[in-house]
């Protein structure tokens, strides 16, 4: 069973902006302060509208919180979600294996073109996977 995701109120504040300029429907937010980043979780299907047509959604936003945003579009099957996290690297192959002591270990092969990405998004999926899913650890190969 997953974490309950605990909103802040400038989480709120911040997915009530995010939703009012989208018509997206927003799961949560992770805001990294060192990056001046924003990171939104958006319900299943709906990270075409969040971006909106040309990403003038997310220019919207970038200009109005004065933050780069980044979407990304949550799935039920942490499988499929590594993956849309780690777009636009692609996931060669991933799998979950289940140790005799219970822990879970989320294995990612990537095809390693876009190495300084890499490093990046691997942060955010060992964060978001936890979160979502209590995976223990995330091995990306």
């Given at each position: 069973?997953?974490?309950?995701?605990?909103?802040?109120?400038?989480?709120?504040?911040?997915?009530?902006?995010?939703?009012?300029?989208?018509?997206?429907?927003?799961?949560?937010?992770?805001?990294?302060?060192?990056?001046?980043?924003?990171?939104?979780?958006?319900?299943?299907?709906?990270?075409?509208?969040?971006?909106?047509?040309?990403?003038?959604?997310?220019?919207?936003l970038?200009?109005?919180?004065?933050?780069?945003?980044?979407?990304?579009?949550?799935?039920?099957?942490?499988?499929?979600?590594?993956?849309?996290?780690?777009r636009?690297?692609?996931?060669?192959?991933?799998?979950?294996?289940?140790?005799?002591?219970?822990?879970?270990?989320?294995?990612?092969?990537?095809?390693?073109?876009?190495?300084?990405?890499?490093?990046?998004?691997?942060?955010?999926?060992?964060?978001?996977?936890?979160k979502?899913?209590?995976?223990?650890?995330?091995?990306?190969?």
């Amino acid at each position: 069973m997953a974490n309950k995701i605990k909103l802040s109120i400038e989480d709120i504040g911040l997915i009530t902006t995010f939703e009012n300029v989208t018509g997206a429907s927003v799961k949560d937010c992770i805001v990294d302060k060192e990056k001046e980043k924003i990171t939104f979780i958006v319900a299943e299907g709906q990270a075409g509208i969040a971006i909106g047509k040309g990403g003038i959604n997310i220019k919207r936003l970038e200009e109005k919180l004065k933050k780069r945003i980044e979407v990304l579009e949550f799935s039920n099957d942490p499988l499929k979600f590594v993956s849309n996290i780690f777009r636009p690297i692609k996931v060669k192959n991933a799998y979950i294996a289940e140790k005799s002591d219970g822990t879970k270990t989320l294995y990612v092969s990537l095809i390693k073109d876009k190495l300084g990405m890499i490093k990046t998004k691997s942060k955010n999926a060992r964060e978001l996977i936890k979160k979502y899913f209590n995976i223990d650890e995330i091995t990306i190969q």
